[in-house]
């Protein structure tokens, strides 16, 4: 399967603890994206990267989260002291960036599941 | 930020008939997408408009972009219940970054 993948596909946790989750994107796209989505709204940007380089962050991304991308390829989305607030579907989508200002679609992976209890 | 807005929140069709989505976003874009997500699952890649195209069809899709309006729509022609779903519209800034979703269109086609 070439598409995009994430890992774990479910993930329930205590009020507390930190909680790490991986995303590999298919393989040449150059950038990577992380979204949350709550039930019945719409993917919510959180931060992307172009190879290596987080290039922004929204500012609704507080202190607790933290994401990378250290070789340019997958990336992992670290929440510290998840709180109940933290609980939603979060998802990671790739694409290819080309050049001359040419972007492209965005493919999803099917998301991590957090639960905090 | 690009908001995506669409429009109507629901809408509920007979299998067959045509259904119609609209989007609004607030800024100049590079490319505006449309994705499927059927329940509880994740989402699917439609068809993206680059914002120097006004039409664009993709099977039963047709999608329009008004640039002066900051608007687009998503015609599905024919409708199936398979085509039951949420709906969406992301605009994408100029450099292509920070997509922006809106809540989404809920589809609901009846057999």
């Known amino acids: 399967d070439t598409g995009v993948s994430q890992d774990p596909r479910h993930k329930i946790t205590k009020r507390g603890q930190n909680v790490t989750f991986r995303c590999d994107p298919i393989?040449?796209?150059?950038?990577l994206y992380w979204y949350r989505q709550t039930l019945g709204q719409g993917p919510e940007f959180l931060t992307y990267?172009?190879?290596?380089?987080?290039?922004?962050k929204s500012r609704l991304l507080s202190d607790r989260f933290s994401a990378e991308r250290p070789k340019g390829s997958f990336s992992t989305l670290e929440i510290q002291r998840t709180e109940q607030g933290d609980s939603a579907m979060y998802l990671c989508?790739?694409?290819?960036?080309?050049?001359?200002?040419?972007?492209?679609?965005?493919?999803f992976g099917p998301g991590t599941r957090l639960t905090v209890l | 930020s690009q908001q995506g807005e669409e429009d109507p929140q629901a809408l509920s069709i007979q299998e067959g008939e045509n259904a119609t989505m609209n989007c609004s976003y607030k800024?100049?874009?590079?490319?505006l997408q449309w994705y499927r997500q059927n329940s509880g699952r994740g989402l699917v890649h439609l068809i993206l408009?680059?914002?120097?195209?006004r039409e664009k069809h993709s099977g039963r899709l047709r999608v329009t972009l008004d640039t002066s309006k900051k608007s687009s729509s998503l015609l599905i022609t024919a409708s199936r219940a398979a085509d039951t779903a949420s709906y969406f519209c992301a605009a994408a800034g100029n450099y292509g970054q920070n997509f922006v979703f809106g809540p989404g269109t809920r589809l609901s086609v009846l057999p």
């Open positions: 393989s040449e796209h150059n950038r």
């Open positions: 989508a790739s694409s290819l960036a080309g050049l001359a200002g040419v972007y492209n679609e965005q493919f």
């Open positions: 990267f172009q190879n290596e380089a987080q290039l922004e």
């Open positions: 408009i680059r914002s120097n195209e």
């Open positions: 800024t100049s874009i590079n490319n």
